[in-house]
């Protein structure tokens, strides 16, 4: 048998070894944080930014060695625009038409990757069958600047609509949603899911698609500060490639993807919309709907130079921003290909 000393030897030795592995961890615990490059990101709440969504989904920041200490939503591109003037962010998945007003407005950021064309969507009643029937109705539309905004503007145009007969009004998505199910609206010009999950309530029907209206409409883009891309190169490559795992898994887990994205979006808590209104509007939610959703819009990192030079004209041409300026001070795509 062994004696009392020795085993008391024995145990002040395994506490030695245990505490020498307790610090070893701690110590590679808090390199491999140091390791990580920090980013504060925010995405608009909407399928627009599913392949991010995803990619928190199966935490691929953290294989590429990116510490994401923020991962906000916020309910539309405008409101998701002020963080980005107020400097809350490093990155940003919004809108283009946003994006494009926060960098008129002085904000330096830099359009890095697309994530999508298409999305947008003017749902009416099923009694107006044409556009020209909009005239003499209530149209709900998303804040000035947004993307569904210069979908109607551009719509109007199109087909002849006489803008001072449309009775227009402003708010976010899900209040828009759910003043046209409750009869207070005849029509709502909304991004996507909100337009396909707003259409498949019986009496209501997508009377027009951005398809109808732009057939290369640019929609949502990848941003990044400045500075980011000037002293961290590498970190924006790591966005940009996690956009494009996150557009492979879509593309090829159609139905997964669905399936993940109404779990994200059930766990998000919008910025700049009450709480109850989105869980009014999202108990709809489905995977089936956000399956029909995804169907409307073409996911991709590619850039339209020409349909962001005709964002820029639009956006001018309503008085949104004083100038034109050239898209390529606004673009670098380095790391798209």
């Known amino acids: 048998m062994r004696s009392k000393k020795t085993i008391v030897w024995i145990s002040i030795g395994v ?15 808090q390199f491999s944080k140091k390791a990580h490059e920090v980013v504060r990101l925010a995405v608009e709440f909407n399928n627009h930014a599913a392949p991010i ?16 200490t923020m991962f906000n939503s916020y309910v539309t591109g405008v409101a ?23 960098y008129a407005r002085g904000v330096d950021i830099v359009i890095v990757a697309g994530t999508h064309f298409h999305g947008y ?16 109705r209530r149209v709900g539309v ?10 109607f503007n551009l719509a109007v145009e199109r087909y002849g609509l006489e803008g001072r007969k449309i009775d227009v009004r402003r708010g976010n998505p899900p209040l828009l949603v759910s003043l046209l199910l409750t009869g207070q609206l005849d029509a709502i010009v909304v991004p996507e899911h909100w337009a396909t999950l707003a259409a498949s309530s019986k009496g209501y029907h997508i009377l027009l698609a951005s398809q109808d209206v732009w057939p290369e409409m640019q929609g949502s883009v990848l941003v990044v500060k ?12 790591k966005l940009v490639e996690i956009t494009k795992k996150g557009l492979g898994y879509i593309e090829q887990n159609r139905d997964e993807a669905a399936k993940i994205l109404v779990e994200e979006l059930s766990k998000a808590s919008p910025i700049g919309v009450e709480p109850e209104l989105v869980k009014e509007t999202s108990r709809q939610l489905s995977p089936e709907i956000i399956r029909r959703s995804m169907d409307n819009l073409r996911y991709s990192v590619k850039l339209n130079n020409e349909s962001i030079g005709r964002y820029v004209e639009t956006l001018y041409k309503l008085g949104y ?14 790391f798209i290909d």
């Open 121 to 136: 969507a003017i749902v009416s009643r099923e009694d107006i069958t044409i556009p020209g029937q909009l005239e003499g």
């Open 321 to 334: 921003i004083e100038k034109v300026f050239d898209v390529r001070d606004v673009i670098d795509d380095r």
């Open 15 to 29: 506490i030695i070894i245990a505490s020498v592995l307790s610090l070893t961890y701690l110590s590679a615990s």
């Open 80 to 102: 998701l625009a002020n963080a980005l003037a107020r400097g809350d962010v490093d990155a940003a998945y919004i809108c283009l038409g946003p994006a494009l007003l926060s």
């Open 226 to 237: 400045r500075g980011l891309l000037e002293k961290k190169p590498g970190v924006v490559k």
């Open 142 to 151: 998303v804040e000035a600047g947004s993307n569904a905004d210069l979908l």
């Open 53 to 68: 969504y995803i990619a928190r989904h199966f935490d691929w920041f953290s294989e590429e060695g990116l510490n994401i």
